[in-house]
């Protein structure tokens, strides 16, 4: 498919959402139009009476002379009037017309990218995606302004005037109808075919510029742990450059695009007024009608040269919003089904029905006929080599993933049929690398139950072990953690968010290798914390620290997708030749070199 296709295509999506939107504000966009309409009507017939003036001043009756100019003065004050009002009513609406459509596009995007599915998110830069959303934002605000108060305007200006003049002289008015067409036509093809491909690409740069800046920005940590400024502004450079050669190439086609534009208006001009001083000198035009034709002939002039910049915005526009459109358009990858009712989780007991999962591209599946069962309030422990289907396990749980066969149950309840919101409130999930918003420590704690009272705050901090850390802050709880908790230790984000989990007293509960990368003092407050959290729930724990698991009721050695093993820490780790044996031990070694190195 050609890049010139490609834009045809975006035009027919982008235009059609657009109109979408529109219709939901009828009164407004009938305003809109109205105001507008009638006020290029009143243009068009302004150089008429401005001819009658001419004529009316050229009568030889001094008596009728004035009663002919004043009618013609008094006409053209009233058109004047009327198009400032109009157009004042319509340009008063247009402002809440196109911040409703522009809040909504943005809220819709929102929505829609908060439950795009995970694989989605992995594959994203968040840089890039806010670029999208906020570029087609403001393309919405020029689109709604070139075809609202430009285009349509132009057009019954343009269509009017050359009816009135082909009334009086149809050849003439012929001929100008031949050359607008021309010009509208070369316009809209060269935008189309010649501007549209240039600005696709520079668009993809645009976006990648973005992307570059957001990824360098959130890791700047890692960027002055390695002393690599220098590094990151050279690689940014690099992508600004291309992107400045594709903007100079596209941006030149507009300058060559308006010259075309432009020789066509000059030959209009001579053309038009060459034709009615034609008709004046064969007796067919008073000098009243030459000053008629003339004087819209020029504003013919004006409305063209502005329909070329409109398309060209029209085109822009569209090319800005074609992202935009595609998230809108995009399948949302976990979807609740038709039917799907609000799960009801009392013991929090869960079931494996021969389930079979494979993850997109991947000819074989990582579990096949997976059969488990974890009973309500029991501790499960998660083991194995990386990539043997522990995270997989727990996500299926949570319905970040559907299960390609078979069913998974909670309290009987299948998840495929439930409201995914309703699953994953009651499921509180503490991982690897904590996330927290950059808002309060208060708010993030209280993430998980946005109503809790501040002394519901300050319990659940205190059973993490957060509460000490907490109070030590200058703001205590209104500390703002900075973007991703960046301003907190890895170990004071994990007890902040296990505080969440503390909150949220979900009947489920998944601990993600929640200690793996922490210091034994953080680990060891983190573990007292962890012990109390499990209490009274169902829990899947995954840990890479065995130490971990060792006093849950029952541990499952995942390997390659299928549970290799499974009981307590002491009866696996006492079975010969076994995959936890052979785990436990070398962590022992590791411990004792370690030991021994001290």
């Not at 503390?502 to 509960?509: H, M, N, T, V, Y």
Request: glycine share 8%; with cysteine; hydrophobic share 45%.
């Amino acid at each position: 498919m050609t890049l010139s296709r490609n834009k045809k295509s975006a035009l027919r999506a982008v235009l059609p959402f657009v109109f979408r939107h529109w219709t939901h504000q009828p009164v407004r966009l009938s305003v809109v139009a109205g105001g507008l309409i009638a006020a290029a009507a009143a243009d068009v017939f302004m150089p008429l009476f401005a001819g009658k003036l001419v004529d009316a001043i050229a009568l030889t009756d001094p008596a009728a002379a004035k009663r002919g100019a004043m009618i013609a003065f008094g006409a053209i004050v009233a058109l004047g009037l009327a198009a400032m009002i109009t157009r004042f009513i319509g340009l008063k609406a247009i402002i809440p017309f196109t911040l409703r459509i522009m809040s909504d596009v943005a809220q819709n995007a929102f929505v829609r990218i908060q439950r795009f599915s995970t694989d989605w998110h992995a594959n994203s830069f968040a840089g890039s995606t806010v670029r999208k959303i906020t570029r087609g934002m403001w393309a919405l605000d020029l689109l709604n302004d070139t075809i609202l108060m430009a285009l349509i305007p132009s057009l019954v200006v343009l269509l009017g005037s050359t009816i009135l003049v082909g009334w009086h002289w149809p050849v003439l008015g012929a001929v100008i109808a031949l050359m607008t067409v021309i010009y509208v036509g070369m316009t809209v093809a060269l935008t189309t075919n010649y501007i549209a491909p240039a600005a696709q690409l520079s668009n993809a740069l645009d976006t990648k510029v973005g992307g570059t800046l957001a990824d360098a920005l959130t890791c700047n940590a890692v960027v002055k742990s390695f002393g690599a400024e220098a590094r990151e502004d050279e690689r940014l450079g690099g992508v600004l450059g291309k992107w400045r050669r594709r903007a100079t190439r596209t941006w030149s086609r507009y300058t060559y695009v308006g010259t075309a534009q432009h020789a066509v208006l000059v030959l209009m001009s001579v053309t038009v007024i060459g034709g009615v001083l034609l008709l004046w000198a064969a007796g067919r035009a008073s000098p009243g009608e030459v000053a008629y034709v003339v004087t819209t002939y020029f504003v013919i002039h004006g409305y063209l040269g502005d329909i070329g910049q409109h398309i060209s915005h029209l085109q822009r526009s569209v090319n800005d919003m074609e992202e935009l459109v595609a998230m809108h358009d995009e399948v949302i990858g976990i979807a609740d089904a038709p039917d799907a009712r609000p799960i009801k989780v009392a013991g929090g007991g869960i079931v494996f029905d021969d389930v079979t999962f494979h993850y997109r591209g991947h000819d074989t599946p990582l579990y096949d006929r997976l059969a488990v069962s974890i009973r309500p309030g029991e501790r499960v422990g998660l083991v194995g080599r990386s990539g043997s289907g522990k995270t997989t396990f727990v996500k299926l749980v949570q319905r970040l993933y559907d299960a390609t066969g078979g069913r998974i149950l909670i309290d009987g309840q299948d998840v495929a049929k439930a409201t995914q919101q309703s699953l994953r409130s009651q499921i509180a999930i503490v991982q690897q690398e904590p996330t927290l918003f950059h808002r309060s420590l208060a708010e993030n704690i209280a993430y998980g139950r946005p109503g809790a009272s501040m002394a519901q705050i300050e319990e659940a901090a205190r059973l993490a072990n957060a509460h000490d850390f907490i109070m030590r802050l200058p703001k205590r709880y209104e500390t703002l953690v900075g973007e991703r908790g960046v301003k907190l230790s890895g170990g004071e984000r994990q007890r902040v968010a296990l505080a969440r989990a503390f909150l949220a007293d979900a009947p489920i509960l998944i601990l993600d290798e929640a200690t793996s990368s922490l210091d034994s003092g953080s680990e060891a407050l983190i573990q007292e914390a962890m012990d109390r959290l499990i209490q009274g729930r169902t829990a899947i724990v995954i840990a890479h620290r065995l130490s971990t698991v060792r006093s849950l009721d029952r541990i499952l050695v995942f390997d390659r997708g299928r549970i290799a093993e499974e009981g307590t820490h002491a009866s696996l780790a006492r079975r010969p030749g076994g995959i936890y044996r052979s785990l436990f031990e070398r962590q022992v070694l590791e411990l004792d070199r370690m030991s021994a190195a001290e």
